[in-house]
């Protein structure tokens, strides 16, 4: 029953209802209703998260990478994935997450910029176009109105690479001369 369910998992009878019609929306084969029960279709399994160790130990290599290098939300992001993938896998491979051989190692300073890039994270993934004060490497400074496509690491550099409105082209920037 739902009641017996709800229990299993410990949560509320209603985050059950709303899970159970999430499953049904995406087409999991569960027959039942509300005060009735649920059954999941024979043949049907939900797929386990299974991983060797060398997955998990390239996950956790990126996720101590982007911890490094990336602006403060995605760093905090980064490391909630290693603690919900050691949580999700069997307790003998969570070494491989928690203690990995391998870790990213910069020599060089990291530079600083002047805004936060999970701004223009989002700008990206919304479509948005940004209004950019930069400074290029010959010290001028303009006002540039951006359709931001990605950033690219290289180094410990940020750039931002978009449309540019002003030159009508493909322009990179890079992060730290963003102005505002």
């Known amino acids: ?3 017996e369910l709800a229990d299993e ?13 999430e499953l049904h ?8 209703e ?12 939900m797929p386990p998260l299974m ?22 939300s995605l760093a905090r992001a980064a490391r909630d994935l290693v603690s919900k993938l050691s949580l999700a896998i069997p307790k003998e491979l969570r070494p491989v997450v928690l203690d990995g051989s391998s870790k990213p190692i910069q020599t060089r300073a990291r530079v ?6 999970a701004l223009l994270r989002h700008a990206i993934r919304e479509r948005y176009r940004l209004q950019l ?13 951006v359709w931001p496509l990605l950033i690219a690491f290289l180094d410990r550099t940020r750039y931002l690479v978009g449309w540019c409105e002003m030159k009508e082209d493909y322009r ?5 001369r963003v102005q505002e």
């Open 1 to 3: 029953t739902g009641r």
């Open 9 to 21: 998992l410990e949560i509320s009878l209603s985050t059950l209802y709303r899970d159970m019609a």
């Open 25 to 32: 929306a995406q087409r999991i084969p569960i027959t039942g």
């Open 34 to 45: 509300a005060g009735v029960g649920y059954i999941l279709d024979d043949g049907y399994d």
């Open 51 to 72: 991983l060797t160790a060398d997955e998990l130990e390239a996950a956790a290599l990126g996720a101590a990478w982007v911890a490094s290098e990336a602006d403060p």
């Open 112 to 117: 600083s910029e002047r805004f936060d890039s």
């Open 133 to 145: 004060i930069y400074t290029d490497r010959d010290g001028s400074t303009t006002d540039r109105i």
């Open 172 to 176: 990179h920037f890079k992060t730290e």
